[in-house]
């Protein structure tokens, strides 16, 4: 199983060296990775560099763009930049965050999952560190869900999905892509991956409206997302947050930005976000 590993980065200066070194020491190494310094203001650019330099299957890239982040559209676009820079035949394509340490066997779990052609999608679960030292879960509401730090992606799946999506739930939409082309989603508890620096929940009133803009672009329809942000509201206590992701929808409805899935795609993300809301209510 021959793994392509690309890690876009943005000012890891503190983390990068740590997740290479496990990568390096994987019982399975992925046979090329590709660092992408996505307009670092840190030493990051000089450190991967370095790091190139001591490693083989170690290429370091760099891009320009906005110092500003965007969620979503920043990171794929780095990723996708990565994708074209692979030169090596692969089985699998990998997107990792650059402030993770994986566990050892990490490649080699994997493999034996993406050994099923059905199998389209598998990661571990991401564990964050406590003030007194422990490391939880993260997020552990949802654990059918792999996160956008650890995704792994069979050939077949990241063909037929077309790729990530530039938008806001891209981590999301890629896994509803994959379930309507027939693949199977695999999280694996037992591999732990630890998160160094756990995921910032940003509440600004630009991320909020690029959520309900996503949501429009992804065709949930407005019953499902006006759901989807009563969720939001629900987890993040936050009715300002609430307010400009149904105005960033309400928008979209009147420019009508490109949807980022065709209309079959479409229909069937909202039957299957509509089950799993149904689903969801009876477990309460």
């Not at 493999?111 to 490391?135: A, D, Q």
């Not at 879960?137 to 077309?162: F, N, Q, V, W």
């Not at 307010?243 to 065709?262: D, E, Q, R």
Request: charged content about 25%; aromatic content about 12%; glycine content about 6%.
């Amino acid at each position: 199983m021959l793994y392509s590993v690309i890690i876009p980065l943005h000012n890891e200066k503190d983390y990068i060296e740590k997740m290479i070194q496990s990568l390096i020491n994987q019982s399975l190494q992925p046979q090329e990775i590709i660092l992408i310094d996505d307009n670092s203001t840190d030493d990051s650019g000089l450190i991967i560099k370095k790091i190139e330099k001591q490693n083989k299957i170690v290429k370091a890239y760099k891009v320009i763009s906005s110092d500003y982040h965007f969620p979503g559209s920043k990171v794929v676009n780095a990723f996708l930049y990565g994708a074209k820079k692979i030169k090596a035949k692969y089985d699998v394509i990998v997107k990792l965050d650059a402030d993770i340490i994986l566990p050892i066997k990490y490649f080699e779990t994997l493999s034996l999952e993406f050994n099923r052609k059905s199998v389209g999608i598998v990661g571990g679960y991401l564990y964050t560190k406590l003030e007194e030292g422990t490391w939880v879960l993260e997020h552990p509401m949802d654990k059918t869900h792999i996160r956008g730090a650890i995704k792994a992606y069979s050939k077949d799946c990241y063909k037929k999905i077309g790729g990530l999506r530039t938008s806001m739930g891209w981590d999301t939409i890629d896994e509803i892509l994959a379930k309507y082309h027939g693949f199977e989603i695999i999280p694996i508890p037992k591999l732990k991956v630890l998160h160094l620096r756990p995921t910032a929940i940003r509440y600004s009133k630009i991320a909020a409206r690029l959520q309900g803009e996503a949501f429009y672009k992804m065709r949930y329809g407005f019953l499902i997302s006006l759901l989807s942000a009563l969720k939001n509201l629900y987890l993040k206590r936050k009715i300002k947050f609430f307010i400009n992701i149904i105005w960033g929808l309400i928008n979209a409805y009147f420019k009508k930005p490109s949807f980022i899935v065709s209309n079959e795609e479409g229909k069937f993300i909202r039957k299957y976000r509509m089950k799993n809301i149904i689903r969801k209510i009876h477990q309460v």
